[in-house]
């Protein structure tokens, strides 16, 4: 798959939720997944490998209460990097609703995403 393939794949099952298919299908075994310096979610430092990075998402969805929307942009390419905007808006369990924007970079490596690397801000 080329890369404009991946990352325009990643695009529509992102849109639609399908967060965990999209890392099964689209990633590597050894995929490593960064998150802002400095917030709740990096404490532990990157999750490397696919199993690392499931269990992080699980973790995320467990401290949601409700989603009310979510918007992925059209990915933007150059050569084996891409990203999008994502902007999700939900309500978590230990802070009310929130609206989360966030810009994620990610890596392709002989035809699977090999980094992912998100930036947004915390409000604080």
């Not at 709740?40 to 699980?58: D, F, H, Q």
């Not at 059209?74 to 309500?91: G, H, I, Q, R, Y």
Request: glycine share 10%.
């Amino acid at each position: 798959m080329k890369i404009e393939q991946i990352a325009q794949r990643l695009v529509e099952l992102c849109r639609e939720g399908k967060f965990e298919q999209a890392q099964k299908e689209l990633y590597a075994d050894d995929a490593i997944s960064i998150e802002a310096e400095g917030t709740p979610m990096a404490a532990g430092g990157p999750a490397k490998g696919l199993e690392a990075i499931y269990e992080k998402g699980r973790q995320f969805n467990a401290g949601i209460e409700a989603y009310h929307g979510m918007q992925v942009s059209e990915p933007l390419v150059a050569e084996n990097w891409f990203s999008v905007k994502m902007v999700l808006d939900v309500t978590m369990k230990q802070w009310g609703r929130q609206v989360m924007q966030e810009i994620c970079v990610y890596h392709v490596r002989n035809g699977k995403i090999d980094r992912e690397q998100f930036f947004y801000d915390t409000g604080g």
